[in-house]
């Protein structure tokens, strides 16, 4: 079995401080939440950025700048950007720091009933973004909240405008989303492709139980407050290294061995 890769997400679009006091905004607050994931045995982050009053935000500028504190730090830990953004954002804003060239960054391939809202995700904005990665030499990780994006993704490799096998990244149990049981989980495997990665994120009281059944079956957990907010039952998380912290419990339980940094670099096929 491959050593497991654990992913932090670490603020998302739709949590915010009055919905926990631990929510990291600024470039400054989010490096230093990504260096406790990282000590907690985190091997990637996933950024979202915030303005400074908390508004959900694609820019650049805040992207570069948290990626300059990290180095800053010597924090060694891959980089994913995400592309989805906010719900009601366009393409241009959710893709436009591609230009700084992370390791990785998520493109969702399909559109999906997100609470009460819709995140939008036609063809031909999924093509936009996933030239757009091309263009600047950044693998995708396929969110997929659904089955059918699992279909998208695997069609967009066809076409040739994604390189197979590909990461995916099964988000579960989000209202409007597929389920987050895991045979829901365990289906979705099937669809992929020989060689390809995964990883699943459970949203809310999903996360833990998905994660502890991907670290047996040999897939990869992505955990942080962007998905759930919550260490135990009605304890708030004091930040994302403590989900981070979690998993790695129940990874050295299972007798599986966490990632290094040049494992999860080859494991994902990243230069
Ligand atoms: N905030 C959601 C609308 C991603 O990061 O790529 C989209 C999202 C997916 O979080
Ligand atoms: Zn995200």
Redesign the pocket.
Known sequence: MQPLMITAAIC???VFRTDTPHVPYSPQELAEETIRCRNAGATMV?L?MREADGAPSQRAELFAETVALLKAAACDILIQF??????GMTVEQRADALKLKPDMA?L?TGSVN?GDDV?LNSPPMIRAIAARQRQFGVKPEF?CFDSGMVDAALRLMKDGLVDAPGHFNFVLGMPGGMGGTTAHLDFLRTLLPEGATWSVAGIGRFEMPLAAHAIAVGGHVRVGL?DNLYVQKGVLARGSYELVAAVATLARDAGRPLATISQARAMLRLA
Request: charged share 20%; hydrophobic share 30%; aromatic share 12%.
């Open positions: 998302g679009a739709e996933h979202h995400s592309t989805g953004g906010a719900v998520t969702t997100f995140f969110e962007e």
